[in-house]
Nanobody, 119 residues
């Protein structure tokens, strides 16, 4: 079984920082790509940041220069360092993992973690 456990969300004032983490556990697998998405009430889920194997990280224009995505392969964990947070960053943040097991490639989502930024 594959599980994605997210943590690190919370309430922070504008200009503050948070670090989200997403730990992947399960049987033998190969993580091809990891990323973060977010969804605010009444808004479609949007891409925040992704990092693929062998590629440079990519970011949404709205978070460039403020957010940093990173991977710890030894711990099968992806992080999202969020600095200079703004109220418009308020959303539920979801971890996404593309996983290859044997010959199958599947996409998995974390349970989501709430990030609230006050003005």
């Amino acid at each position: 079984q594959v599980q994605l456990v997210e943590s690190g969300g919370g309430l922070v004032q504008a200009g503050g920082s948070l670090r989200l983490s997403c730990a992947v556990s399960g049987s033998i697998f190969n993580i091809l790509a990891m990323g973060w998405y977010r969804q605010a009430p009444g808004v479609q889920r949007e891409l925040v940041a992704t990092v693929n194997s062998g590629d440079s990280p990519s970011y949404a224009d709205s978070v460039k220069g403020r957010f940093t995505i990173s991977r710890d392969n030894a711990k099968n964990t992806v992080y999202l360092q969020m600095n200079s947070l703004k109220p418009e960053d308020t959303a539920v943040y979801y971890c996404k993992v593309i996983l290859k097991r044997i010959t199958l490639i599947n996409t998995y989502w974390g349970q989501g973690t709430q990030v609230t930024v006050s003005a």
